[in-house]
């Protein structure tokens, strides 16, 4: 099958113009109880999606199903147009994902980890890993085996690694624990650039996200309330 061909066939039909995350009518149970029922909302490029809700009511379970990480009992997933479990790979390619578990490896050092994550993705030199992680306050820590950095130090390892990635779709569960104000505001203004290039981020968090010159979205689980 030419590559064309291929290219052709992703898109559904009708909808060879759409950008971004959409989600149609998504219902998900944890057990045998229901934490939200028929969710749509959709997500386009320069937006931020702040999902709010009370513990218990599906935030970080919505998060794993749009990463890939979890099914919903029904419902759809796009994005540009594709159906994101048909074409996996190709969704995989465009989100970066930060959840509790940051997927960094204790055992090695923050230069380590990153070298190992870009190659799974864009190569970076070693210089750039260095100056990623400056940027993000570890400036004397890189060759630090990461089990003995502080909970602070390995969310900033994993921000070195959001950095260096070129995904256009950030999905952050609560990104800003253990942070300290520095690091906070420094994160913030990651989003910040991220979303002025066109870049999408869809997060969980108790902190007040106000950034300038961008659409905040906000969903209530598990309402599915949507407001701007």
Known sequence: MS??????????????????????????????RELF???????????????K??????????????????LPVSGEV?????????????????????????????????????????ELSIPRTEQEILDALEKVGLYGFEEMYCNQLSAGQKRRVA????????????ILDEPFTSLDVVGIGFFLKMIQQHVDNNGMVLLTTHQDVNLENCTTKYLQLPSGEITI
């Open 3 to 32: 590559q064309e061909k291929k290219h052709q066939e992703k898109i559904p039909l009708g909808q060879k113009n759409i950008k971004g995350l959409f989600v149609s009518h998504l219902t998900c149970e944890r057990g045998y």
């Open 37 to 51: 029922k028929d969710l749509s909302f959709e997500l386009s490029p320069g937006q931020i999606l702040h999902i």
């Open 53 to 70: 809700g009370e513990n218990g009511t599906g935030k970080t379970s919505l998060l794993r199903i749009l990463a890939g990480l979890a």
């Open 78 to 118: 796009s994005f540009d147009g594709y159906d994101c479990r048909k074409y996996r790979s190709e969704y995989n390619e465009q989100i970066a994902f930060m959840g509790h578990k940051l997927g960094i490896k204790l055992e090695l050092t923050p230069v380590e980890n990153i070298r190992s994550h870009c």
């Open 159 to 170: 921000l070195a690694q959001i950095m260096l990635t070129e995904t256009r779709l950030w």
